[in-house]
């Protein structure tokens, strides 16, 4: 009997493996006319991919974090495993994932922000560039139903601005340790990377979208769905617990998850976990 519980055990874990043997991860890139550069991305594509060719994906745009690039979510949070197990076990939808680059670690000479700030144009090269050109080449996304947004920290915060800045654009937002406000300061230098991104984040912040909008809009943004996942030892975790409060407040269907870690790869490698499946329930 043990033996055959083994050797079945063994069939479907070959099974699952075969089944994703031919899911790739691929580092593309665009030319920017907005930002005047070549930008970076990475794509997770899922089994099936290469042979299916008529198939149309939804996809989840997932944002990295401050001083990170479009490696990070690859290189330390080992995304595509984890998408590789949920997709194979069925909990998670097969789709294809796009990382984009809104940073580096070099915060002197490389700006870092996915909000439109002097000197960088980030979101208008979002929108008009990067989201067409890669659903084009990708077979993917099209339409609000079929696309979904997620990132941490700064990209926790940039997916929530992303969502409220553009609701007929996304089906689901899943932040992760989000950075959603910032003190900002008004006489920072241009050429002050750091500062200005600070600014950006205060200006965009949600509660004032929130708190600013029409009865009108707030049912248009309700069409969203919310999930917020924070450590209790994340130094981010008072505004990530203030926003789901206004979220409820305002009537939005939003989810909350605190679990033990702080602001870590750990952390954002275990919500992976939550965050696909999540996305996956609100394609349609």
Not at 59 to 73: K, P, Q, S, V
Not at 268 to 284: D, E, G, I, Q, T
Request: with cysteine.
């Amino acid at each position: 009997m043990k033996k055959t519980v083994q050797k079945a055990f063994c069939l479907l874990a070959s099974l699952m493996f075969a089944l994703q043997a031919d899911a790739a991860v691929v580092r593309d890139s665009i030319k920017s006319e907005v930002l005047g550069v070549q930008r970076h991305f990475m794509v997770y594509l899922p089994a099936g991919f290469q042979r299916e060719t008529q198939r149309h994906y939804p996809i989840l745009y997932l944002l990295h974090g401050f001083t990170d690039d479009e490696r990070a979510w690859t290189e330390k949070g080992q995304m595509d495993r984890v998408a590789d197990e949920l997709m194979a076990s069925g909990e998670a939808k097969q789709m294809v994932v796009v990382m984009p680059c809104a940073g580096g670690p070099d915060t002197k000479n490389v700006w870092n922000g996915y909000f439109n700030m002097p000197g960088w144009a980030f979101e208008d090269h979002f929108f008009q560039e990067l989201l067409p050109a890669v659903e084009k080449k990708y077979r993917a996304g099209g339409s609000r139903e079929q696309r979904a947004v997620a990132g941490l920290s700064m990209g926790g915060g940039g997916s929530v601005g992303y969502a409220l800045g553009h609701p007929d654009m996304f089906a689901a937002c899943y932040a992760m340790s989000a950075w959603l406000n910032a003190q900002e300061r008004p006489d920072a230098p241009l050429d002050d990377k750091v500062a200005q991104v600070t600014n950006a984040v205060a200006k965009r912040n949600p509660f004032d979208k929130l708190d600013n909008a029409s009865e009108e809009e707030l049912n248009t943004l309700r069409q969203i769905q919310f999930f917020i996942d924070c450590g209790d030892d994340d130094f981010l975790f008072e505004n990530n617990i203030e926003l789901y409060k206004k979220l409820r407040q305002k009537r939005f269907n939003a989810q909350l998850r605190v679990r033990d870690g702080g602001h870590s790869w750990e952390y954002w490698h275990n919500a992976l976990r939550l965050c696909l499946p999540f996305v996956s329930r609100n394609f349609k």
